[in-house]
């Protein structure tokens, strides 16, 4: 059993010792202190179901242990930086990961987050073209640093400081967008931001295939094939997001790009791919990747052996379980009883997302669409209550996220349906 710290003490802690602009869910917060695959427990022994651990990274479950095992293996064996000496791990990674690839993106480049991750990618873009503009989706998220809150485009995770270069597109989202599905249609509005908000030549594109926190957002069908041909007529480079969407979490694909038929120039993945360890990647062409040879550029733990020992067992992991193909039954499944939930309850807007990447959007008007905020944040605490721990998104914070560990089962999906229904019919 659990001995340490109340969940009060933390908090009393966390109030004196930790920056005030960290924040958790839930009113009153929870404290959990252990995580066993799609379930964590509290400080009392209490279990969850983790419907929201795709967030924090958790792809193939919660202490899986055969990554648990590469962990503490490499890590009583060495750990250091990469950029000294020769180590197999980050060779075996690299890859690995490699061979998950289309075409010819085979060079990879470590990172210890998706931030990171995408700052490189924007920084290899401007260096390949020579240009500076970056396009974005209005709503998207890419990172918190300084050049990627440029690409960051929702006003609550911007601050007031530089982010040059960065224009945003109009989002093609289906539930709220001005073309409702008609992805080609929104794919003109890059085409304008090049043509009026730039010299005509940009650095490049990134997006996610659906947006995470922007309220799991599937990009309307069309549009990313129509943007990269605009994009690459540009002269730029595409890059794709896999931060949330890559790693089998769509079901039907290991890429969130493969789901839009598009060979992006450059990927970026952090999150599952380390499945709770700090680590991320770029992956791009040898062609591209050659830009960063003009000048010395490293990461001091980027690829660090005890985190891309983790790398590999993930990757392990989801092939030997079939996770991928997991996300896209379960997922699949789960779909269509929220979808079936929604006909039950007019607060549900709408249903959306691929395999186990799902949203499901609370309005209190179906034609104005009007977000159901407080709503929102009731059933989750309600829900939290009952065992389920859903994650909350979009720009209003009004769509419940549901991003679990893969490994998710029908009767964890059954379970979580049933409390939504509950909660939902009680209000
Ligand atoms: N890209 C996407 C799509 C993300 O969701 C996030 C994090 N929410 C990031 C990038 C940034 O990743 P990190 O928090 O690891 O820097």
Redesign the pocket.
């Known amino acids: 059993p659990y001995t340490g710290p109340s969940a009060a003490e933390i908090l009393s802690k966390r109030k004196e010792y930790l920056s005030p602009a960290m924040f958790y869910l839930y009113n009153k917060p929870l404290n959990v202190v252990d995580g066993r695959m799609q379930y964590l427990f509290d400080e009392n022994g209490r279990r969850y179901l983790d419907a929201f651990g795709g967030?924090a990274t958790v792809c193939c479950g919660h202490c899986h242990p055969h990554v648990v095992d590469a962990i503490v293996n490499q890590t009583k064996r060495l750990q250091h930086s990469t950029i000294l000496y020769l180590n197999h791990a980050i060779a075996d990674l690299a890859e690995a990961l490699a061979n998950k690839l289309p075409g010819n993106l085979k060079v990879v480049f470590f990172t210890n987050?998706?931030?990171?991750a995408?700052e490189l990618a924007i920084m290899m873009a401007r260096l390949y073209t020579g240009c500076h503009d970056i396009i974005s989706l209005r709503n998207a998220?890419?990172?918190?640093a300084a050049g990627?809150m440029g690409a960051t485009a929702q006003s609550n995770w911007k601050f007031n400081v530089i982010q040059s270069g960065v224009h945003h597109a109009i989002n093609p989202d289906p539930y709220r967008g001005v073309f409702g599905s008609e992805g080609e249609k929104y794919a003109k509005d890059i085409q304008d931001l090049i043509q009026f908000g730039t010299s005509g030549n940009i650095a490049g594109f990134i997006s996610?295939a659906i947006q995470?926190?922007g309220g799991i957002i599937e990009l309307a069908p069309g549009y990313l094939p129509a943007a990269y041909n605009i994009i690459k007529k540009a002269g730029g480079l595409c890059i794709a997001?896999e931060?949330?969407g890559g790693f089998g979490r769509t079901g039907s694909h290991f890429w969130g790009f493969e789901n839009h038929g598009v060979v992006p120039d450059i990927v970026?993945m952090?999150?599952g791919i380390g499945n709770g360890i700090p680590l991320?990647a770029v992956i791009t062409t040898p062609e591209i990747a050659e830009v960063l040879t003009r000048r010395n550029y490293f990461n001091t733990f980027g690829g660090n052996p005890v985190c891309t020992a983790a790398g590999l067992a993930v990757l392990n992991v989801i092939e030997k379980e079939k996770l991928q193909d997991n996300a896209f039954v379960v997922g699949s499944y789960l779909k269509e009883r929220l979808i079936a939930l929604k006909d039950k309850h007019d607060l549900i807007g709408d249903v959306r997302g691929r395999g186990l990447m799902l949203g499901v959007e609370l309005v209190t008007d179906h034609e104005l669409k009007t977000p159901a905020k407080l709503e929102t944040l009731h059933l989750l605490d309600q829900m939290k209550e009952i065992g389920v721990l859903v994650g909350k998104g979009g720009f209003y914070g009004n769509v419940f996220r549901i991003t679990p560990p893969l490994c998710f089962t029908t009767e964890d999906a059954d379970f979580l349906v049933d409390a939504m229904d509950y909660t939902m019919s009680k209000m």
Do not use: L
């Open positions: 967030i987050s998706g931030t990171e995408n998220y890419h990172g918190n990627t996610e995470g926190v997001d931060v949330q970026t952090a999150k991320g």
